[in-house]
Nanobody, 124 residues
């Protein structure tokens, strides 16, 4: 599975961004997709995830109500819509693929494939 993340940028607090994760590979339906982020000097943390074949989603408490993860199966792309952005959302954002048989979706070490990061910077 290959993952390509894009859509990061600089935005003012209260603004919005949409990140994209384009996936390729023959067995995409075997994987669920998650978004993580890592700020300087901090651990990589779970943000959100969606299953590939169904519509189950999960979010970190810090982004609930502000971020929405959704997918377009026809385009093999998972999106992270980020609204009401805060300076503390500043980080490098990564998408990753997790075998759908693995329930440990909030742990970065459980994921099998990672895309390159995309920088999100929120100014105050």
């Amino acid at each position: 599975v290959q993952l390509q993340a894009s859509g990061g940028g600089l935005v003012q607090a209260g603004g919005s961004l949409r990140l994209s994760c384009a996936a390729s590979g023959r067995t995409l339906s075997m994987y669920n997709i998650g978004w993580f982020r890592q700020a300087p000097g901090k651990e990589r943390e779970f943000v959100a995830r969606t299953t590939w074949s169904t519509i189950i989603t999960n979010y970190a408490d810090s982004v609930k109500g502000r971020f929405t993860i959704y997918r377009d199966n026809a385009k093999n792309t998972v999106y992270l819509q980020m609204n009401s952005l805060k300076p503390e959302d500043t980080a490098v954002y990564y998408c990753a693929a997790l075998s759908r048989s693995n329930p440990d979706y909030a742990r970065a070490g459980a994921y099998d494939y990672w895309g390159q990061g995309t920088q999100v910077t929120v100014s105050s």
